[in-house]
């Protein structure tokens, strides 16, 4: 096994995950998109393209380079999830499926952080220290920027450096990029990482709600592998 899925899988699977978050409302409209690292490509949903109605014969596959080959216009963040897909390659969370939502909660965390603020959430629940870990908050760039790209690829080399290799980032006033070896799995982490933001904002108004300690951490490092 070589770690990828297979084409006509990767398709079904893409609009399967697609149709779901936007069921859930994780996506609305047009906002968002989906793609597929292939043994000899990616798999990425078209521009424009509302993720509850994806047709898996008009996915837009690209070759290694990112040259469009069939199926309907890519997104233009293809430029994006490369540099992810690069990134991430050499370290233990590396990329096989890439989600990209405008999802509600998350957005609004990011609407009220502070512009210097280098990650999104604090440790809140165990859950999200072990299935997410770390989001850095990336400065806002406009939709499909190529500085936003080098953002990503540099927070993703840093963290891997430190040990703590991330599976998502937040664009500034956009919103999530999350990855994983699946889409099903990609998709249950922008899950765990959108609950987090709703209990966030949720419990906003209230005093502030403690982190888990140091201590804390340290033990779900040692006992679930958690690379916080």
């Known amino acids: 096994m070589n770690g990828f899925l297979p084409e006509d899988e990767a398709r079904e699977e893409i609009c399967r995950v697609g149709r779901s978050l936007f069921e ?3 996506a609305h409209a047009t906002a968002g998109n989906i793609s597929v690292r292939l043994e000899n ?5 078209p521009t424009d393209a509302c993720l509850g109605r994806l047709a898996p014969e008009r996915l837009a596959l690209l070759d290694t380079e990112g040259r469009q080959i069939a199926g309907d216009r890519a997104s233009k963040t293809i430029v994006l999830h490369r540099r992810i897909y690069e990134a991430s390659a050499g370290t233990p969370a590396a990329a096989r499926c890439i ?23 604090p440790p809140l629940t165990p859950y999200f220290v072990m299935k997410v870990g770390r989001v850095p908050h990336i400065p806002y760039h406009r939709p499909g920027a190529p500085e936003a790209a080098e953002a990503v690829a540099r927070s993703i ?12 980032v937040m664009l500034a006033r956009l919103g999530p990029n999350v990855w994983h070896d699946s889409p ?4 249950a982490t922008l899950e765990e990482l959108e609950e987090t933001a709703r209990l966030y904002i949720l ?18 490092r040692r006992t679930f592998g958690a690379s916080w």
């Open 99 to 121: 989600i990209h939502t405008h999802s509600t909660h998350l957005v609004a965390c990011s609407l009220r952080a502070d512009p210097s603020q280098d990650e999104l959430l």
């Open 203 to 220: 419990l906003s108004h209230q005093a502030s709600v403690p982190p888990l300690t140091d201590t804390q951490i340290d033990e779900l």
């Open 157 to 168: 080399a840093r963290h891997a450096a430190d040990g703590r290799p991330i599976r998502a």
């Open 41 to 45: 490509g990616y798999l990425i949903t």
């Open 24 to 26: 859930r409302g994780y």
């Open 184 to 187: 099903a799995a990609a998709m």
